[in-house]
């Protein structure tokens, strides 16, 4: 996994940022039976940002890319193409309900 991150902070209010991939093939190390030279590549990348309102409470939206290269028997042949797109995007709100901080220790 590849990652990337970006954080601004001044006082309680401030943007972040994060992008991370991911990519799968069938180079993996496992040898299996393939018998019709089926094949799968896949990479995720996503894209993260967010914005912390206060200390108590922060907005996060994740967007991912999705892309996928295959091959695989279709009948006599083979198939081979490719599929790409958004996958499910979220948008997050973080609270915190509750927050303690213990004093000081005292000086000796």
Known sequence: ??????????GDAY???NVAGNWTGDDDGNEVSNPTGQHLESSITQLVAG???????????????????????EGFKIDRGTVSGLGDIALL??????????PPAPRV
């Not at 200390?55 to 991912?64: D, S």
């Not at 709100?93 to 213990?102: G, M, R």
């Open 1 to 10: 996994m590849h990652q990337l991150a970006v954080v601004t902070r001044s």
């Open 51 to 73: 914005y912390s309102l206060t200390p108590r409470f922060a907005l996060q939206l994740n967007v991912p890319l999705i892309y996928r290269y295959f091959e695989r028997p």
């Open 15 to 17: 943007p972040w940022g």
């Open 93 to 102: 709100l973080k609270t915190v309900l509750f927050h303690y901080s213990s």
